[in-house]
């Protein structure tokens, strides 16, 4: 029984060695949203990532609260009101790439991304289009995609309906680095 449990070990152990898994470095996370008497744009630097090459499954964790806007009324009005941070305290993005790609090849690899997007506490299926960018070694995503508020369950006051967009573009630019395993 101790040798069957050992080389059971071993095995698990070992798969490990071989997963190319990559952890986001830098990240940038901004949403725009254009309406009539102003567009509004936030950036956050904060996420977390990890990308799976072999299983080509991608999670994104931000904390919506660490979006950074030009005016700070704003970003209050967004934390409080809209997208209530202090409640929803993260959003995520799980899903699975598909597409073809090569991390040990330069390249622009178009790519979709088919996953679960949770944010204000409601979670939507997306099919997302993006990119794969590999340049000297250094793998990074890019992606930019529509966001209807409503879907989410953030609720936009009839007085605010020309301040704000129902629907606002979110950017997605990450940086990865392998993740050595032993």
């Given at each position: 029984?101790?040798?069957?449990?050992?080389?059971?070990?071993?095995?698990?152990?070992?798969?490990?060695?071989?997963?190319?898994?990559?952890?986001?470095?830098?990240?940038?996370?901004?949403?725009?949203?254009?309406?009539?008497?102003?567009?509004?744009?936030?950036?956050?630097?904060?996420?977390?990532?990890?990308?799976?090459?072999?299983?080509?499954?991608?999670?994104?964790?931000?904390?919506?609260?660490?979006?950074?806007?030009?005016?700070?009324?704003?970003?209050?009005?967004?934390?409080?009101?809209?997208?209530?941070?202090?409640?929803?305290?993260?959003?995520?993005?799980?899903?699975?790439?598909?597409?073809?790609?090569?991390?040990?090849?330069?390249?622009?690899?178009?790519?979709?991304?088919?996953?679960?997007?949770?944010?204000?506490?409601?979670?939507?299926?997306?099919?997302?289009?993006?990119?794969?960018?590999?340049?000297?070694?250094?793998?990074?995503?890019?992606?930019?995609?529509?966001?209807?508020?409503?879907?989410?369950?953030?609720?936009?006051?009839?007085?605010?309906?020309?301040?704000?967009?129902e629907v606002v573009e979110v950017s997605i630019k990450i940086t990865?680095?392998?993740?050595?395993?032993?």
């Amino acid at each position: 029984m101790k040798i069957l449990l050992s080389s059971l070990l071993i095995v698990v152990c070992s798969l490990g060695t071989f997963a190319q898994k990559y952890m986001q470095t830098t990240s940038s996370i901004t949403f725009f949203s254009s309406a009539p008497l102003e567009d509004i744009f936030a950036e956050s630097k904060k996420s977390k990532s990890i990308l799976d090459i072999n299983s080509k499954d991608i999670v994104i964790l931000m904390k919506p609260n660490t979006f950074i806007f030009k005016n700070p009324m704003m970003q209050e009005h967004f934390n409080e009101d809209y997208m209530e941070s202090a409640t929803f305290t993260k959003a995520t993005f799980s899903g699975k790439i598909e597409g073809a790609f090569d991390v040990l090849k330069d390249g622009i690899y178009p790519v979709k991304v088919n996953g679960k997007l949770a944010m204000h506490g409601v979670e939507q299926l997306r099919i997302i289009d993006g990119k794969i960018i590999v340049k000297n070694g250094v793998v990074s995503i890019e992606a930019k995609f529509a966001v209807k508020v409503a879907d989410h369950g953030i609720k936009v006051p009839s007085i605010q309906i020309k301040n704000i967009a129902e629907v606002v573009e979110v950017s997605i630019k990450i940086t990865y680095k392998e993740l050595k395993t032993k």
